[in-house]
């Protein structure tokens, strides 16, 4: 029997191949889309794979994947394609971690070169195999990208790095233009949905960043549609903005394979434009709320929104 490595740990590995089945259900019709098929989807596969690239675009299989090829926009993910973690949310493959690459940093570079990027996004699996969790791998990337393409704006979606001293910080000491950490749901649903990590961590990890360098944007991510109560949504965006988050992102989570979580509901576009709508309220810089929302969704048009909107917040105080 031949094994594709690539797919097959998903349903091996011990912690989800023996959760018990949850039924995958229907998608409505506002959150279904078109397999991906255009030349340039085909053409940026195709880069990827020359460069021994992975990306969380496919690993955590992204329903905006054609839309977002189609413009040679992809998301890479560094420190290989396999988790220390387990999460109940998360399609990308979990077991024992890959080698790290030691010239990933350049193929990195290298990718954002010949997909003319002028914001890129970077994140990774969960190492807690490592001392430093992969934040060195992370500086690594930021500083090659900026000895290569120093106009491209650097966006990282970083791991929680918990119990990593110095992590953190090291890789703000390298000043991305945006530190992203998604606390992905409420602190109520963490036990089933996030077992590895803790709530108050990730929100730490946010307020940190924001105190060692008040001028990284911080961005943070809300899966809806897993049980959460709409009083504990409200809850999470008031502990983002006692942090300073400047950013956040809502989408509908969406169940990879039956081995994983099920879907609690499907939450309309009117719930997530009120949803919008109070968080903007808030006091987020900016935010972006639709059923297919990610967290590098759009995210070189929503940067330089953000960046706006710091400016014009800076007006208005002078």
Known sequence: MTIDLKTEPRLRHPEKAHRPDNPVARKPPWIRVKAPNSPEYAETRALMRRLKLNTV??????????????NKHATVMILGSVCT???????????????????????????????????????????DDLDDGGA???????????????????????????????????????RPDVY???????????PTIRPGARYYQSLRLLDRVKQRDPS???????????????????QVMDDLRIADVDFLTIGQYL???????????????????????????????????????????????????????RAAKLAETH
């Open 57 to 70: 675009c496919e690993e955590a299989a992204c329903p905006n994947i054609g839309e977002c090829w189609k």
């Open 85 to 127: 973690r387990a999460c109940a949310f998360c399609n990308v493959a979990t077991g024992r971690p890959d080698q790290l690459d030691p010239h990933e940093p350049d193929h990195v570079a290298e990718a954002l070169r010949e997909l003319g990027l002028k914001h890129i996004v970077i994140t990774s699996v969960d190492r």
């Open 136 to 174: 060195m791998q992370f500086v690594r990337c930021i500083e090659r990208i900026r000895e290569t393409s120093p106009d491209t704006t650097i966006e990282v979606l970083t791991p929680d790095f918990l119990r990593k001293d110095g992590a953190i910080e090291a890789v703000v000491r390298a």
């Open 180 to 190: 992203n950490h998604n606390l992905e749901t409420v602190p109520r649903l963490y």
């Open 216 to 234: 990284i944007f911080t961005k943070s991510g809300l899966m809806v549609g897993l049980g959460e109560e709409r009083a504990e949504v409200l």
């Open 255 to 309: 169940q990879p394979t039956p081995k994983h979580a099920a879907v609690a509901s499907f939450i309309t576009p009117d719930e997530f434009a009120e949803l919008a709508r109070l968080a903007r309220a808030k006091g987020f810089l900016q935010v972006s709320a639709t059923p297919l929302t990610r967290s590098s969704y759009h995210a070189d048009s929503d940067f330089a929104a953000l960046r706006s909107a």
